[in-house]
Structures are given as C-alpha cells and as structure tokens.
C-alpha cells in the first residue's frame, strides 16, 4: 500500500507514523545519539518516567507514546503500527481508533508505574525510564483480536485469528525474553485494548441482529402470491403445468406480477373480470413495508461509553499512585 493510498483508507495510522519518525529526526538533528540516545536526552524529549509522570508531569503518560529509543526500536513499531492500523483504524473509525491508541498508551505506561512503585515499596524495584509506542500497538492487537473472535469484518473480510494470536504470542514472548523490554506496558496496553474492544463488539452484534431483523423474507411473499388470488387463476397457473399455448413457468407469473397483469381472468361465474384492482391490491399489500427497526442510540454510544469509564479509571488510578508517592515523600522528610 502506498503512502497516498494509506492517508486515504488510514489518516490517523498515516499521521501517527509521520509523528513517530518526525520526533526521532528531530531528536538526531538536535544532537541525539539515533541508536542509544541518553537518558537526559529520553526525558527531555517526554520519556516516562515515574517521579515525574506521577507528580508534576502527567503529560508524559501521552508524550513517551511518541518516543522511541533508538532506530531499531522505531522501525519495529513502526512497522507494527503500520500493519495494524490499516486494517484496525477502518474498521472502527479514525476517531475511535486515535482515541483507542491513546488510550492503550496511557494504560501500558499506568500498569508500568504501578508495577514500578510496588518494587520500590517491596525493596525489589528502582525507578526506571519508559518509552514507545508499543503499549498503543498492543491495545490495537487486542483490539483486532475480539473483532476476529467477533467474526466482524472489514470491506467483507474476517480476520484471521490465529494470525493475531500468533503476532501477540511474538511481541509478550519477546518482551520477556529481551532484557529492557516494557512488559508491563504492552500487557497494560493489550488488556486496555481488550477491554475496549468487547465494548466493539457488543455495539456490532447488536447493529447486526437490527440489520438482520430488516431483511425480507422471500418465502413469505411467495406464499402469499400463491394464496392471495383465485383459486382457478391458481389452478392455470401455479398447480397445472399448461401444455397449450397458455404455458407460463413460475419465473413468468412472478414478472406478470410485477408489471401489474394488466390481463382478464376468467372467474367462477363465468364472466370475464379486470384482475387489476384485486391483483393491485394485493400487490400493495406484499410490497407494504413496516418502518425498517433501527439500533438503539446506546449502541452507538457504547464504545464511547467504554472509553469515558476506562478514562476516569485512568484518573484515579493516578490520583492513587500520585497520593501514595506524596505520603512516602512527607513521611521521609
């Protein structure tokens, strides 16, 4: 896919990669080191950082999702943003998936600090730096990984599961066995992502079951093509396959019916009778149509609903973290 075509089907995965790679050629033409860049330089640049993201700088919980630490670091999620994105960002809607990769990022970088404070407080952790986009990444799998158990598709197509699983199962298993890989981040990312996603889902099988319930059924009219007119005009035409001149297959009854049969059928009775006004009618009845069922407004709502709550966990998980450092702080002063 070609920059032009990925701007236009992915905007936000196209603007989130200019940004990436924006910030990291502005970070070597300011004089840092591409591939091991300082920790001075990583803060301040919007590393993540726990004394600081957690009392005076809550902003870096954002900013580090937009640095990378070293070249190699931004290729891999580079890549990574790119092959999720252009099927993820479709699929929900640029809005929702901007909002979806903030949203992961800030959650991998909470769940990093937490477990980060807990060291300190256990004696078995030291304050450390975090950054990348890979806790947004993350949240964007799991994101892709319901919609393929969800079987929701994009432009037709279901992913593939295990594919996913697959690419997951890759980015944990390396996180674990690579010294200086934020595991916290991309699990706190992923689970973000996850819980988001079940939001998704729940919202499209609804819009389903309405789209679903909107769809007429076909045998129903039949039948009642065959019951809504005389019994001898079904007698000619329906049960009697006609030998004569007469002979009309089902394919012919049903176009006769819908150009109106502006044709005389002869009734019990024995006179000649204009069918137009019964068949009319009758036609009106079978192409009557009660008011398609549309989705409830909730549904529509739900994943910015998700969203809400998850943010306001967000806030006071940070408010808890934030209070707890400034208890520690006082009681060592």
Same mark, same amino acid.
């Given at each position: 896919m070609t920059i032009k075509q990925l701007l236009k089907t992915a905007p936000v995965t196209t603007l989130?990669? @200019?940004? *990436?790679?924006?910030?990291?050629?502005?970070?070597?033409? %300011?004089? @840092?080191?591409a591939n091991n860049p300082s920790t001075e330089a990583l803060l301040n640049w919007g590393a993540n950082a726990l004394p600081l993201t957690m009392t005076d700088d809550p902003w870096r919980l954002v900013s580090s999702a937009f640095l990378h630490i070293g070249l190699m670091h931004l290729? *891999? =999620?580079?890549? !990574?943003?790119?092959?999720?994105?252009?099927?993820?960002?479709?699929? *929900?809607?640029? /809005?929702?998936?901007? !909002?979806?990769?903030?949203?992961?990022?800030?959650?991998? $970088?909470?769940? =990093? =600090?937490?477990? %980060?404070?807990?060291? #300190?407080?256990?004696? %078995?952790?030291q304050p450390g730096l975090s950054a990348g986009a890979s806790g947004g990444i993350m949240g964007i799998g799991g994101t892709l990984l319901i919609a393929a158990l969800?079987? #929701?598709s994009v432009n037709g197509m279901v992913l593939n599961l295990r594919s996913l699983i697959f690419i997951m199962g #890759? &980015?944990? @298993?390396?996180?674990f066995a690579v010294p200086g890989i934020d595991n916290a981040g991309h699990i706190g990312g992923a689970i973000t992502g996850l819980v988001i996603a079940l939001a998704f889902a729940i919202a499209y099988r609804?819009?389903? /079951?309405?789209?679903?319930? &909107? @769809?007429?059924? #076909?045998?129903?009219?039949?039948n009642r093509y065959q019951t809504d007119y005389p019994n001898d005009y079904q007698t000619s035409y329906i049960d009697h396959p006609a030998s004569s001149d007469?002979?009309?297959? &089902? &394919?012919? *009854? =049903?176009?006769?019916? $819908?150009?109106?049969?502006n044709s005389d059928t002869y009734s019990d009775n024995g006179t000649y009778a204009n069918s137009d006004r019964n068949i009319n009618a009758a036609h009106a009845n079978i192409i009557k149509q009660k008011t398609p069922a549309k989705p409830a407004f909730i549904w529509q709502l739900l994943p910015w609903i998700a969203m809400l709550l998850i943010s306001i966990g967000f806030v006071w998980w940070w408010q808890d973290i934030h209070q707890q450092i400034l208890q520690v702080l006082k009681t060592i002063e």
């Open positions: 989130l990669l @200019v940004s *990436f790679i924006g910030l990291f050629i502005m970070q070597v033409l %300011t004089g @840092v080191d290729l *891999f =999620n580079g890549f !990574a943003m790119y092959f999720f994105g252009q099927i993820a960002e479709p699929m *929900f809607g640029s /809005a929702k998936f901007l !909002a979806l990769f903030l949203l992961a990022a800030i959650g991998g $970088n909470l769940l =990093n =600090n937490h477990v %980060t404070w807990q060291g #300190i407080l256990d004696g %078995t952790g969800f079987k #929701i #890759i &980015n944990l @298993v390396y996180g609804q819009r389903m /079951a309405i789209a679903l319930q &909107n @769809v007429p059924n #076909i045998p129903i009219y039949q007469a002979d009309v297959n &089902n &394919n012919d *009854f =049903n176009v006769g019916l $819908n150009s109106g049969f």
